[in-house]
């Protein structure tokens, strides 16, 4: 029978037992053995950047710069004699690093031309404050090493980094998890473009301080790891001495399958997307575990097992727009990798995305770069295939696929693809992996060796006393479990909780509670779903803070109007924050009413609604009247009272 690629995918998809998301239980997680941990980034609110005096937070525009440098990665011996991984995939990259350089926040540090300052002491006693809130147990002596950053997103090969807590926890509703430890260190590079042999980088965001929050991988779902990561976050913003917005809080997700090993999903810069993510990877990862089954049963000799290739013109190929320039074209062959081309690893991926994307990544082909013979919809026919099969000498069981590039980058790319097969023979490589929006995972490099962090001597160690841990430790914010638990008590919707707590306005709405008497149900309601509809929907003005919140709930206080009125004032304060209060009711026409004068309207709304009618509905009747009083109400009556006197005996018994 004639071997058909779309039939293979959606076989291998179902051996592999893929459920969507939607569908997936506790159940399925326990059966694949999913175990997932974190590594949570917070950038720390300072003026300064962690080991010069650069301002921190000032972004300058991707062509908005006054210096380039221009550097080229090159691996070196080791004290042991041995390479780096990452070191080695990025030398064979060729790539050519710039660095855009802004006086405005860089200086001679950021680019590894001066030795650094002592650390930001306003930074490392933020760090602290959230290593004791996430009950870590404190170093006695901070001591700052260098971790190896090899893709060239710190000019210096290096960041400086330093461990402040080890062993603590952070408690969530239903379990708890492990934190290995808590570093500070200095924030990398941003990227503006990686394409061909030049990457490209800003500096504005290098060196600004950032935590680092490491989890054990006590996550047993892709809900947990996302709860978790919520909390951390939760934690940090708590302290209300983080940054917030676009890049300030990152994440990478570390997952593994049973009989898998540790990959590393890095930069997720949405909490929302970390179900998707780990959902996938996990189905990844076994799918991998399938393909090495199928190969170890096809291929005898495993240790021999090498690719062929051949040259091919140019002109024997169809979809020749595919071939730009003056390309060199090779054909691959696979010795018995029929069936694992087309082999199902996520949605919408097969195996051979897991060299596509290796090709750009390590040979830096841009894609499209390769065609192969299990293309779902081919783009050669089969007589070409089948001369190229002529010329590889291929077998049976064997695949092919042809790659393009310059001259100089395809024995990179030839090596990259058999290297990657072989690592087929032995399931899942440990690699780090770039997240992408719709779930799925796509390849950035290899993952870095155990040993790449190592003392740093240009600075020193610096004691931390007790005295000053326990001081730190006097000042904490509560812990966001006991807020957790506040919520509920106050009988707050869940569904407005992420929301308080991103914005840390949990101390807010406790002040604005207790001072001022305002329903917590009510005010639950306002932040999580009303202020928060607003935000979204609205230009907010600049000027526009949280903490105008308090004085506007205090001014109805005073003024004798109920806390409802805060629904229809919110959207003026949000976009003219600078507005006065009573300005704010002139803008929305508000009138003060008793509830004499919007009940005598009672009865000619009801005349008004039944009018023309045989019959009328109570329930509907009811409707209308609220519905046109409402304004009327709002602010000056209790909502229930008044329902109350519409349903009353008064005028539903006439």
């Known amino acids: 029978m004639q071997f058909d690629p779309k039939r293979n995918y959606e076989d291998s998809r179902k051996k592999t037992g893929y459920v969507p998301r939607e569908k997936a239980t506790r159940e399925v997680y326990d059966k ?19 080991f010069c005096h650069c301002p921190a937070g000032i972004y300058n525009k991707s062509d908005d710069f006054n210096a380039e440098l221009i550097r080229h990665m090159r691996p070196t011996l080791s004290e042991l004699g041995e390479y780096d991984g990452t070191a080695l995939m990025e030398f064979k990259t060729r790539k050519e690093i710039v660095y855009h350089i802004n006086n405005e926040n860089a200086c001679t540090y950021e680019i590894d031309d001066t030795p650094p300052f002592p650390i930001n002491r306003q930074a490392l006693e933020i760090a602290l404050e959230i290593s004791l ?165 096809k291929v005898k000799d495993i240790a021999g097992w090498r690719v062929n290739t051949v040259e091919v013109v140019a002109g024997t190929l169809q979809k020749k727009e595919l071939l730009p320039g003056n390309n060199k074209i090779v054909a691959i062959n696979l010795p ?25 990544v390590i040979a830096c082909l841009e894609k499209p770069n390769m065609i192969h013979s299990e293309e779902l919809e081919p783009l050669m026919d089969e007589a070409t295939w089948d001369k190229i099969k002529k010329q590889l000498k291929a077998g049976i069981n064997d695949a092919q696929f042809i790659i393009w590039g310059d001259e100089a980058d395809i024995p990179t790319a030839i090596e990259t693809v058999e290297e990657r097969c ?62 957790y638990k506040q919520l509920k008590k106050w009988n707050v919707p869940e569904d407005t909780y992420t929301f308080i707590f991103s914005k840390n306005l949990f101390p807010l709405m406790e002040r604005i509670i207790i001072d001022l008497q305002v329903s917590p149900r009510f005010l639950g309601n306002f932040l999580g779903h009303r202020l928060k509809f607003t935000l979204g929907q609205y230009q907010t003005a600049e000027g ?45 026409k508000f009138k003060r009413y008793t509830m004499d004068e919007i009940t005598d309207k009672i009865p000619i709304l009801i005349d008004k609604f039944a009018e023309g009618k045989d019959t009328v509905s109570e329930t509907d009747l009811i409707n209308f009247v609220m519905g046109q009083l409402r304004n009327m109400a709002l602010g000056n009556v209790e909502m229930k009272a008044l329902s109350d006197a519409i349903t009353g005996p008064r005028y539903m018994d006439k």
């Open 544 to 588: 526009f803070k949280f903490t105008m919140l308090y004085p506007l709930f205090r001014f109805l206080k005073e003024s004798g109007l109920r806390e409802e009125l805060a629904l229809r004032m919110i959207p003026e304060l949000v976009q003219h924050p600078k507005m006065e209060f009573d300005s704010i009711l002139n803008a929305i």
């Open 133 to 297: 809130l996430s009950k870590l147990n404190i170093v006695g002596e901070v001591h700052i090493t260098r971790k190896q950053y090899l893709d060239g997103s710190i000019p210096a090969g290096f960041q400086r980094t330093a461990i402040l807590g080890v062993e603590g926890e952070v408690q969530l509703p239903h379990k708890k998890i492990r934190l290995i430890q808590l570093s500070i260190e200095e924030d990398s590079c941003r990227e503006i473009s990686d394409v061909g042999h030049r990457r490209v980088y800003k500096t504005d965001r290098l060196g600004m301080p950032l935590i680092e929050t490491v989890t054990y991988p006590d996550c047993a779902t892709p809900d947990e790891v996302k709860e978790a990561c919520d909390y951390i976050r939760f934690l940090n913003r708590s302290t209300g001495k983080v940054r917030t917005g676009i890049g300030a809080a990152r994440q990478d997700v570390n997952v593994s399958c049973k009989g898998g090993t540790r990959v590393e999903i890095k930069g997720v810069a949405h909490t929302k997307w970390i179900p998707g993510l780990t959902h996938n990877e996990m189905f990844r990862q076994w799918a991998l575990l399938q393909i090495k089954k199928q190969l170890t049963k």
């Open 336 to 360: 018995g990798f029929k069936g694992v081309l087309s082999h199902f690893t996520q949605p919408g991926k097969m195996f051979a995305n897991e060299l596509s994307d290796r090709l750009k």
């Open 32 to 50: 694949y053995g999913f175990m997932s941990g974190l590594e949570v980034h917070q950038q720390l609110l300072t003026r300064e950047k962690l």
């Open 422 to 483: 072989k690592m087929a023979f032995d399931g899942v490589p440990p690699e780090t992996r770039k997240s992408l929006e719709d779930g799925t995972t796509i390849f950035e490099r290899v993952l870095p060796g155990a040993d790449r962090m190592y003392p740093d001597t240009d600075s020193a160690p610096i004691p931390l006393q007790n005295e000053y841990i326990e001081e730190l430790s006097a000042n904490l914010p509560s812990d966001i479990i006991n807020r």
